[in-house]
Nanobody
Framework: QVQLVESGGGLVQAGGSLRLSCAAS????????MGWFRQVPGKEREFVAT????????YYADSVKGRFTISRDDVGTMAYLHMNSLKPEDTAVYYC?????????????????WGQGTQVTVSS
């Protein structure tokens, strides 16, 4: 059974940092695109960052560019989202996702597997 499990969320003050982790199991994700998305109540899930299977290509939402960094390990079992200079507007449930295609995308519906999400709360 394919499973993605996020961890690392929590409460942090504005300006602080967090690192989210995504553990993949059930198959090797080394050839899959990995992505991070976030969602607040009453709003649609939105793109945060994505990374190619090789790790050579990364893309970010404008709202997090320069503050967040996506990365992955070489064996395809872990993905990370390093979040710096956090702002109250970054508060959301953060989801890890995997896409079986090799082409990174910002489109929510293009991802095949999803984790259960982890809450990030940034206080002002």
């Amino acid at each position: 059974q394919v499973q993605l499990v996020e961890s690392g969320g929590g409460l942090v003050q504005a300006g602080g940092s967090l690192r989210l982790s995504c553990a993949a199991s059930g198959r090797t994700f080394s050839s899959y695109v990995m992505g991070w998305f976030r969602q607040v109540p009453g709003k649609e899930r939105e793109f945060v960052a994505t990374i190619s299977w090789s790790g050579d290509n990364t893309y970010y939402a404008d709202s997090v560019k320069g503050r967040f960094t996506i990365s992955r390990d070489d064996v395809g079992t872990m993905a990370y989202l390093h979040m710096n200079s956090l702002k109250p507007e970054d508060t959301a449930v953060y989801y890890c996702a995997a896409r079986t295609s090799a082409m990174p995308t910002m489109t929510v519906s293009s991802y095949n597997y999803w984790g259960q999400g982890t809450q990030v709360t940034v206080s002002s």
